[in-house]
Structure formats: C-alpha cells, structure tokens
C-alpha cells in the first residue's frame, strides 16, 4: 500500500523569498518520487523525479526536492520565487513497473508581487 | 512530438447522455490511464492499462469504461453521463522509466 499526504493546500510567499512545499509518503517498497507543477487551466508537467540515485534531486526552473528516507519526506524547495512560479504543485508516488500511481492533494502556491 | 492527446478539449452533456473521451499517444508506452481532477482532491486514477487488450479498474471506477484495442489509443466512455462526472479529466501514459506524460485535459460539465 502507498499514500502520500501534502501538508499544506495553500502556501503563500513574496516574489524572491525561498519556497518550501512539503510532502511526506508511505510505501511498502523503494517508491519513486515526483513532483508535477499545473499552471491554471493547463496539464501536468514533471518537475522532477527521484528513482533511488542521489537523495537530493534536482528539476526544472531552479526547484529541488530532498529524499529523506528517515522521515518519509519529499520536500520541494526554490531558493527564490518568481510570479511565474504561481501554479499549483502535486507530489506523487509510485512503485516501480506497472504498479499504481498515488498523487496528493495538491498544493496551490501564491507569489506576492 | 505529439506526446499524449486528448480530445475534445470541452464538452457539456446533458444527464443520461453518452459520450467518449479519446485519448491517443506516439511513444510507444505500454503504460495509459484515465483520472479525474476535482477541486481539493487532486488526481484520482480510473482505469488504466499495461498493454494492448489488458484493462483494470482504478479508485473510481463507477460508470466509467475502457478499453485498449492498440498501444497508441485509449478511449474513456461514459455510458449514461450523470452531474457527479463534471471534472476535469486526464489521460497519462507512462514510460519505462516511471515518468508520466500527461495530455491537456478534457473539461467535461454534465447538467
């Protein structure tokens, strides 16, 4: 069985302070790991995916997230956030092969000019 | 470098109504499936399949069906399209490598 719980719906920061969304997992296996950003009205894109290489991953448009095994967590973080960065951001689980997807809740994130 | 595309990009029905949501990708993924977004409950899987001629029943299943008759196409059908079926749906295939690759969406209002 797996879930994940994203801890915050809404994060709100101003333009060019860091970024922090939190998500931690459960797994009965060495999940993988991603994150997807949806612009309004738009699809899913990945940000980045973490597949039990290096614990700290890096992605696309300066965000990173961190693999902490110990505390079945996945952050996403960005050392700075621009207004292009307002989008809402899914953390998501999965097993390896053909095994199930479980995407969390999501989180909206607001940047204040 | 089409990816994964959906159509129609909109569609309101009306109760009891019938329809299909096509879904056709170019990657050759084994991998498709089926979710639905409401609002506060992110993504919820419906059905997907692992391969030409195999379908499974995902969280939410309930007047939805499939099938897979070629790796490039997986149509949704909605049988008797009821106001609990208004989302947002998204058909994803996913590669070897564990990556999902979304289309654009179908937005779908049933009255």
């Known amino acids: 069985a797996q879930s994940v719980t994203q801890l915050d719906s809404h994060v709100s920061v101003s333009e060019g302070t860091p970024v922090l969304l939190r998500c931690n997992y459960s797994s009965s296996y060495s999940p993988s790991l991603f994150w997807y950003v949806q612009h309004p009205n738009k699809g899913l894109q990945l940000l980045l995916k973490y597949t039990s290489a290096a614990t700290l991953v890096k992605g696309i448009n300066g965000f990173e997230a961190e693999f902490k095994k110990s505390e079945t967590s996945f952050h996403l973080t960005k050392p700075s956030a621009h207004m292009s960065d307002a989008a809402e951001y899914f953390c998501v689980v999965s097993g390896g092969g053909y095994q199930k997807v479980t995407f969390g809740t999501g989180t909206k994130l607001q940047v204040i000019p | 470098n089409a990816g994964v595309t959906q159509t129609p990009k909109f569609q309101v029905l009306k109760t009891g109504q019938s329809m299909t949501l096509q879904c056709a990708q170019d990657m050759n993924h084994e991998y498709m499936s089926w979710y639905r977004q409401d609002p506060g409950m992110g993504l919820r899987l419906i059905h997907y399949?692992?391969?030409?001629?195999?379908?499974d029943q995902g969280e939410v299943p309930n007047g939805y069906n499939v099938s897979r008759s070629t790796t490039e196409d997986f149509p949704l059908r909605l049988l008797s399209a009821a106001p609990s079926q208004t989302s947002v749906y998204f058909c994803?295939?996913?590669?070897?490598?564990?990556?999902?690759?979304f289309g654009a969406g179908s937005r779908l209002t049933v009255l």
């Open positions: 994803a295939s996913k590669s070897g490598a564990n990556v999902l690759t």
């Open positions: 399949s692992v391969g030409a001629g195999i379908t």
